[in-house]
């Protein structure tokens, strides 16, 4: 049986994106060996869209509040290039990684599945 996921972000600045999970976001990690740091994300969902273009894969953080998480993570200079907006499945944003990507960040209206 499966029994997790492994995310990928590729990044511009490796070695700073992983400071910003390990200190900023205080995610646990294990060193994978010569300081390659796998980290351990909070529960996950997964779903699928219909596309006509190019498939894709995308990487959304999930809250509870999204006002107090920006603030939480803007205190320690987190830059968030997107005004919260509101969409039909919840309020988001989109938060900047040091690497210079950025990542999605929202708060779901609907029932997170990571719940069931």
Known sequence: ???GAHVIIYSQDAEAD???LRDVLGYPHVDAGHGWLIFKLPPAEVAVHPTEGQESHELFLMCDDLTQTI???ESHGVEF???PQEQRWGILTSLRLPGGG?????QP??????NL
């Open 102 to 106: 950025t990542v999605g960040l929202y």
């Open 18 to 20: 992983r400071a910003f």
């Open 81 to 83: 290039p997107d005004p």
């Open 71 to 73: 603030a939480d993570l």
């Open 109 to 114: 209206h609907h029932p997170p599945a990571y």
């Open 1 to 3: 049986m499966i029994n």
